[in-house]
């Protein structure tokens, strides 16, 4: 089996070989090739070349074209920070929506327009269906209503919002769906195979929360997804905890689970079907670990999740990995 099989036959629970290895590389990629990590988020053409060696040297099964979560932000009219060696982030201080109001007159950008920081990514995805397409899992990057509503609002303001003013949080978050299914399709039209969802913000809400607000638009936009013809991969950075059970039943082809969350409640909460990946500490592990101790921890992980598990680390694996540590992780997918 190459890499695009596998992780097929891992999401449609069908033996493999060996079990599915999908990290999330980020920076580490960029290093790979020597650039500075700015290059790597606005160039997809290098972010693609980071990603190729990257996957080939550490036998990882597919590529992505995940860089930072300010692309529908920056295409939205947000202030947008950019850096030489660092990701862009949101200028929250300057929010595009710190006047509620101008949501009404807000426009969707248009995820193929030509310049504009969505279609970069776009251009990602074409070029690797032209390269590696049926070799390796080709895998596109949205982000979650709740993740696009901080970016936009503001994380502070938003989390008052809840409470304050709970119409304005469900017509923003009506608005980001509508983006990232518009972003998702063009994505999938260029020919990746799998969408990541990064809904960071919503591990920031308590359970009811969660099952009130996010679920219902998270569950939606799988759900478009799915109808466009994409598999669904689900990573809220942080605690979840008290949501597991919700997060089970969104219906997403795979859940990443971040270090603090146990594998063994995920499982018992998300049932027997649900593929589950990651979990393993990017820091304190996978980092600053040594061989043996990526080994032992991954080989927890495998025990406590059964089967359909994908080997991988709990959130980004850090740009200053030693490449043994991130070669322990792959040895242990059998």
Not at 209 to 229: M, N, T
């Amino acid at each position: 089996m190459n890499g695009y099989e596998r992780v097929l036959a891992a999401l449609e629970k069908r033996q493999t070989n060996r079990l599915a290895f999908m990290p999330i590389t980020m920076m580490f990629a960029g290093d790979q090739i020597d650039i500075p990590y700015g290059q790597y988020a606005s160039d997809f053409s290098l972010l693609v070349e980071g990603q190729l060696e990257t996957a080939k040297k550490f036998d990882i099964d597919h590529v992505s074209c995940i860089s930072d979560p300010a692309r529908e932000a920056a295409d939205c009219g947000a202030a947008i920070h950019y850096f030489d060696d660092q990701p862009p982030t949101v200028d929250e201080a300057n929010a595009l929506l710190k006047d509620k109001s101008k949501l009404k007159t807000l426009s969707l950008p248009n995820p193929t327009k030509p310049g504009s920081r969505m279609n970069d990514r776009v251009q990602a995805v074409r070029l690797f269906a032209q390269k590696v397409k049926g070799t390796f899992f080709i895998e596109g990057w949205v982000e979650g209503p709740c993740a696009a509503a901080a970016n936009l609002r503001g994380i502070s303001a938003l989390m008052t919002d809840f409470m304050d003013d709970p119409e304005f949080v469900r017509e923003l978050f009506g608005f980001n769906i509508q983006l990232a299914t518009a972003f998702a399709k063009a994505q999938i039209e260029a020919g990746c195979d799998i969408i990541g969802v990064g809904d960071a913000a919503a591990s920031l809400v308590g359970p009811k929360i969660y099952r009130d607000f996010v679920f219902p638009y998270e569950k939606q936009l799988v759900e478009s997804i799915h109808a466009l013809g994409g598999k669904v991969r689900l990573h809220i950075c942080g605690n979840i905890s008290k949501s597991l059970k919700e997060v089970g039943q969104l219906g997403c082809d795979m859940v990443d689970l971040d270090s603090m969350v146990s594998v063994e409640k995920a499982r018992g909460e998300m049932g027997e079907g649900q593929v589950l990946a990651g979990n393993l500490d990017p820091v304190k592990c996978l980092r600053n670990g040594t061989p043996e101790e990526i080994i032992a921890a991954v080989s927890a992980c495998r025990r406590a999740a059964g089967a359909n598990y994908i080997v991988g680390a709990g959130c980004e694996v850090p740009r200053d990995t030693p490449p043994e540590n991130v070669a322990a992780m792959r040895s242990c997918c059998g």
